[in-house]
């Protein structure tokens, strides 16, 4: 009955004291929470659960699984293991306790991931404020959880290219074919399978599963056994049974040997989806992938040629991400809508960086370069405090200036872009949102000011002769400024 009031976590305590862990699920009582009393033993665990927390002493038993001492060289060293803690799993947040009440401990914890650093001694762990910030830990992991499948799951697109695919994808999935998705590596191929499975099922009037299962990772043997019958089919929960009646979406097509290609061919071909259980069939539609296309699968030997038979695969190919300008504004909109942030935050050296950003192949790489940029929008702001905010009536004004600053052809060749001045490009942008404010508040400068970050007239001021005297040919092109400061 006790599990039933748990619906936090599971939470990972990896430590020596098994007091600690005892004391934290008896007061803790919300939250799952398991246990480990050593980093080896918490490898394990972490290979085969999902934990919304990690709570790690910093300071683990020195003593080996045989009782004798560590010497120097092999003293765990808890902060390294914080680092590999977050290398491994980086969207899961670590809380670190420590005897060590050492400022210099903390800094460091903090540079290596941790989240959250509490001193053990002074830990109170009925106290309601630590009970509260174990949820708002769980609670922000499962919200940027949400975040990041809406981002793999979504296909976010407006351009003829992506919307040629769906329509494609929908003709597909009332045909006996299985699919082959090529080039575009990140989100897209996954996005696109399930895309696939989903207008497929609702042609078929099924809800059957979409099962990943990279097969390039698995041993080639046990693969053997699976697709040949050889493996008790209904003992074992392989991919093959959770695949029954639905979609097995295979990536990395070009990882896999030929040989194992031609099986899984022969698999499809022969009709080799028989249930040996009731003798029913398996049905199961395969859809692959592949970061490359098919010219260079082929003259590399990547691809076995029976993939090529219409009869049996249908190719469906994703351009770059660099070649659909229409979707890249589109992606970034959509991108900041689901992270709560306006482009009225960022300041203009941010909408540069974005204007001059090499856009790149596929769209994982640019949620990566826009998580940078929220990471140092963030930084900016706790510098800034409110300065670094915009007047919310004034922000549909600032917004279409921000968004008119990045040029409607994004895509920039590496040659022409490296030629841009960037500090220009930063001036053009500010000295189009002072002679926009200035415009629209009629010459008002105290007005136009304070719609400009809550910043004073000669704060503006300083900044037009700043760059009137960086670029003193460029202030004669803003009308409004000129007039109002008589330039």
């Known amino acids: 009955m006790e599990n039933l009031t748990r619906s936090w976590g599971p939470i990972l305590i990896i430590d020596d004291e098994v007091e600690f862990f005892e004391l934290f699920e008896r007061f803790v009582d919300f939250a799952e929470v398991e246990h480990a009393s050593s980093p080896k033993k918490a490898a394990a665990l972490l290979t085969k659960n999902a934990y919304e927390l990690i709570i790690v002493d910093l300071k683990l038993d020195e003593r080996k699984e045989d009782n004798s001492i560590r010497n120097e060289d092999e003293t765990y060293k808890g902060l390294e293991y914080i680092k590999e803690l977050k290398k491994r799993y980086p969207h899961t947040p670590v809380m670190v306790i420590s ?12 540079k290596n991931g941790a989240d959250v650093y509490r001193w053990k001694e002074a830990l109170d ?5 630590f009970r509260s910030e174990i949820k708002n830990l769980i609670k922000q992991k499962r919200k940027k959880d949400e975040r990041r499948d809406a981002c793999s799951n979504k296909i976010w697109g407006i351009s003829p290219s992506i919307k040629g695919i769906l329509v494609l994808l929908q003709d597909l999935a009332t045909q006996d074919k299985n699919l082959v998705i090529l080039g575009n590596p990140g989100f897209a191929p996954t996005r696109f399978a399930k895309e696939w499975h989903i207008k497929s099922m609702n042609h078929l009037n099924k809800d059957r599963s979409f099962i990943m299962e990279e097969l390039h990772n698995m041993d080639e043997e046990d693969i053997f056994e699976v697709l040949l019958g ?3 089919l209904f003992k074992s929960n392989h991919f093959i049974k959770r695949a029954k ?9 070009e990882l896999l040997s030929r040989k194992l290609q031609s099986l899984l061919i022969s698999f499809i071909k022969e009709g080799n989806y028989l249930d040996i259980r009731d003798s029913e069939l398996l049905s199961i539609r395969f859809a692959f992938s592949s970061t490359h296309d098919l010219s260079f699968l082929k003259e590399n030997g990547l691809i076995d040629p029976e993939f090529l038979n219409n009869d049996l695969f249908a190719f469906v190919k994703v351009p770059p991400l660099k070649e659909r300008r229409e979707d890249i504004r589109y992606i970034i909109k959509n991108w900041m809508a689901l992270n709560e942030m306006k482009i009225t935050q960022f300041n203009p050296q941010q909408l540069l960086q974005l204007a001059h950003y090499h856009y790149p192949y596929n769209e994982k790489e640019l949620f990566g370069f826009l998580e940078l940029i929220k990471k140092n929008h963030i930084e900016n702001s706790e510098k800034l405090g409110t300065k670094g905010q915009l007047i919310q009536k004034y ?26 001045d960037f500090n220009r490009e930063v001036a053009i942008v500010e000295l189009t949102m002072i002679d926009k404010a200035l415009d629209i508040h009629e010459g008002n400068k105290g007005a136009a000011a304070a719609m400009l970050n809550g910043r004073t007239p000669d704060h503006i001021r300083h900044m037009i002769n700043k760059h009137k005297k960086s670029f003193p040919g460029l202030i004669k092109q803003f009308l409004a400024i000129a007039k109002s400061y008589k330039l």
Do not use: H, Q
């Open 99 to 110: 005897k060590y009440e050492d400022f210099t401990r903390v800094l460091e914890a903090g």
């Open 125 to 129: 762990l009925t106290e309601p404020e």
């Open 230 to 232: 050889l493996a008790n």
């Open 245 to 253: 009646k639905g979609t097995l979406y295979i990536p990395n097509l």
């Open 395 to 420: 922000d549909p004004y600032i917004e279409s200036i921000a968004w008119d600053s990045i040029p409607v052809d994004i895509s920039k060749p590496e040659e022409k872009a490296s030629k841009i």
